[in-house]
């Protein structure tokens, strides 16, 4: 089954709140006959076109081809927190690849953030960057721990930007009983994600780069001047990126042993108005638990809750995606039972087995750069800024990342979703139990 149309219709957004009030886009032509480049993109998230922009900027000719619509994928799709650091914390980085990559790790990371804020700032980005992500503690055994993390980015990272929250504290910013402590991370922020992706779009089109739609890569053949075919065209270039996360499919099966689509899903209540929603998050800050299965939310521009979790590992969208939301929204915050939500919608983003990225290069002239298991709003944008830098002979921070282990599933691509589905299982037990 094929994920681009399994639970969305050809060449149409998702019914989601974003969707329905980002600046549309006029839709790209569709690729047909023979062309050429030097650079072919696959994808139209955040990577691929920040790679295309990135790459157009420097005088590459540059080519982006998308399945569907650009900001299609879970880019256009999800909750718009911008994550400071990876998606490992700096203690486990360290005992993966080392303290002096950790460090790299971190550095890449916040570049990250600050490309994010600087786009926000451009008049093609329609989008504000709103600061501020707390980390909430669902376990009182996780507070100390939260502490000593933030105690350990102040003193031997440098970064002041983090704060740790005991019980009464967060109370202060979050009004539920769910949570113990956690952290306020005033470094990271949140951001319209759709807004975002056109803002690239619109970017990367000025700089001349040719973005197709509707353009599905069938495959693509290794060569010195590699070709990519679609149903209507075939792409002669010297560089290929592949650039599609959780819609890989099967056109690098060396990368879908490694990476892996899963299903995610949020909602939008009514607009609740400003001060009602001060009194549930103060500040208009983001929030992440640390459920196994994160419970993400935040406020929309015109004071919507943005309300994210549960995960589902078989293709398709459950029928009532508003009603399986529900449940944990009102969990945490028993004050809005009964809320009238406006919109639901369900999006497929790609894991790894370590929960980090897996950059690889399939061959001197093809990479590849996904897996961003939700932590991709900052760094899938810079992953694009990293591909440029690579093509461009400049692959220190590719390398970087390329190093960084990345396991094969168990059974491959062919067992991995009934294997995930049973530990998922079991974790979500955990979280409740």
Request: charged share 20%.
């Amino acid at each position: 089954m094929d994920l681009l149309t399994a639970n969305d219709r050809p060449g149409r957004y998702p019914p989601s709140f974003y969707a329905d009030r980002a600046t549309p886009l006029p839709r790209f032509p569709k690729a047909r006959g023979a062309l050429a480049c030097d650079v072919c993109v696959i994808g139209g998230g955040f990577t691929g076109l920040s790679a295309a922009w990135h790459l157009a900027e420097r005088g590459y000719d540059v080519i982006l081809l998308e399945a569907q619509r650009v900001g299609f994928g879970a880019s256009g799709r999800n909750g718009g927190q911008v994550g400071q650091g990876q998606r490992l914390d700096q203690d486990r980085l360290e005992a993966l690849v080392g303290e002096n990559r950790a460090r790299a790790l971190w550095h890449v990371a916040t570049q990250s953030v600050n490309l994010v804020r600087s786009l926000a700032d451009l008049p093609q980005i329609h989008a504000k960057f709103h600061p501020g992500v707390i980390h909430a503690a669902h376990r009182e055994r996780e507070v100390p721990e939260y502490a000593a993390y933030a105690k350990k980015l102040q003193e031997s990272y440098g970064y002041g930007g983090i704060s740790p929250l005991n019980r009464e504290e967060l109370w202060e910013y979050v009004k539920s009983d769910s949570y113990f402590g956690g952290t306020l991370d005033l470094g990271a922020g949140h951001i319209d994600p759709l807004e975002l992706a056109f803002g690239l779009a619109r970017l990367a089109q000025a700089a001349k780069a040719r973005i197709f739609e509707g353009s599905k890569a069938t495959k693509f053949i290794k060569g010195t001047q590699p070709r990519i075919e679609t149903s209507d065209a075939t792409v002669t270039t010297s560089h290929i990126l592949l650039a599609c996360n959780g819609y890989l499919g099967n056109l690098a099966p060396v990368v879908a042993n490694r990476v892996m689509p899963i299903n995610n899903y949020i909602v939008a209540t009514e607009p609740l108005g400003a001060d009602r929603r001060e009194e549930i998050i103060k500040g208009n800050y983001a929030v992440a638990d640390s459920k196994f299965v994160v419970n993400y939310f935040r406020f929309s521009d015109d004071h919507r809750l943005l309300f994210g979790g549960t995960e589902s590992y078989g293709y398709r969208f459950p029928k009532d995606i508003a009603a399986m939301v529900r449940r944990p929204m009102e969990a945490i915050f028993p004050q809005l039972t009964g809320v009238p939500i406006t919109h639901s919608w369900g999006g497929t983003l790609a894991i790894t087995m370590n929960r980090m990225p897996c950059f690889q290069r399939l061959d001197g002239n093809i990479l590849s750069m996904s897996g961003y298991s939700g932590h991709g709003v900052a760094l899938a944008i810079m992953a694009g800024k990293i591909a440029a830098d690579a093509i461009s002979g400049q692959a220190e921070q590719f390398d970087l990342m390329a190093k960084i282990p990345s396991p094969r599933f168990p059974g491959g691509a062919l067992m991995r979703w009934p294997l995930l589905a049973l530990a998922m299982t079991w974790y979500s037990l955990r979280d409740r139990f």
